[in-house]
C-alpha cells in the first residue's frame, strides 16, 4: 500500500504531531497580512495577537486569500509572497524538533528543522512577532 503524504511526514518528523499545525493567513482594518502559525488544537487569541503586533487582526475569508496568494484554504505557506508579509510564531512550535508546512498547495508539504527557521526569517528578512508560551491562547 502506498502511504499518504501525512504518513509520509510523520515518519520524516518522527511524530504524528507535525499535522496538528496551522497557518493563518490574517489582515488588520488597513488590509496589511500577517502569517500566524500555531496549531490547529489551539484557539487563537485575536486580542493577544492585537497586543503583540498592535493592530487588531482577522482572518482572510478563504476567497480573498486564494485571490491574493493563489494558495488553497489549508496550505498557507509562511513564506514565498511577493511582499513581505509578517509572521507570527507561536512559541511552542519552536519546541519542536521539524516544522512542517504546506507550500501553498494541500497535497504537498516541505520539513525544515526548527533550528533553520531562523535562517530562513533572515534571509528572506521578514518581520516576525512571537506569541508567547504563557499568553492564553489555548
Given at each position: 500500500k502506498q502511504k499518504?503524504?501525512?504518513?509520509?511526514?510523520?515518519?520524516?518528523?518522527?511524530?504524528?504531531?507535525?499535522?496538528?499545525?496551522q497557518s493563518l493567513f490574517l489582515k488588520d482594518k488597513k488590509d496589511n497580512n500577517y502569517v500566524y502559525l500555531t496549531f490547529t488544537t489551539k484557539q487563537t487569541d485575536f486580542?493577544?495577537?492585537?497586543?503583540?503586533?498592535?493592530?487588531?487582526?482577522?482572518i482572510v475569508s478563504s476567497?480573498?486569500?486564494?485571490?491574493?496568494?493563489?494558495?488553497?484554504?489549508?496550505?498557507?505557506?509562511?513564506?514565498?509572497?511577493?511582499k513581505q508579509i509578517p509572521i507570527i510564531i507561536d512559541e511552542e512550535l519552536l519546541l519542536n524538533e521539524k516544522l512542517v508546512f504546506a507550500p501553498g498547495r494541500p497535497d504537498q508539504t516541505m520539513v525544515i528543522q526548527t533550528v533553520d527557521l531562523n535562517k530562513i526569517i533572515q534571509l528572506l528578512e521578514m518581520p516576525i512577532f512571537l506569541m508567547p508560551a504563557n499568553e492564553k491562547n489555548n
Amino acid at each position: 500500500k502506498q502511504k499518504t503524504a501525512y504518513e509520509i511526514c510523520a515518519c520524516l518528523v518522527g511524530s504524528e504531531m507535525w499535522y496538528k499545525r496551522q497557518s493563518l493567513f490574517l489582515k488588520d482594518k488597513k488590509d496589511n497580512n500577517y502569517v500566524y502559525l500555531t496549531f490547529t488544537t489551539k484557539q487563537t487569541d485575536f486580542k493577544a495577537l492585537g497586543k503583540i503586533v498592535g493592530k487588531r487582526l482577522s482572518i482572510v475569508s478563504s476567497e480573498h486569500m486564494e485571490e491574493q496568494t493563489g494558495q488553497k484554504q489549508g496550505a498557507v505557506s509562511p513564506f514565498g509572497y511577493e511582499k513581505q508579509i509578517p509572521i507570527i510564531i507561536d512559541e511552542e512550535l519552536l519546541l519542536n524538533e521539524k516544522l512542517v508546512f504546506a507550500p501553498g498547495r494541500p497535497d504537498q508539504t516541505m520539513v525544515i528543522q526548527t533550528v533553520d527557521l531562523n535562517k530562513i526569517i533572515q534571509l528572506l528578512e521578514m518581520p516576525i512577532f512571537l506569541m508567547p508560551a504563557n499568553e492564553k491562547n489555548n
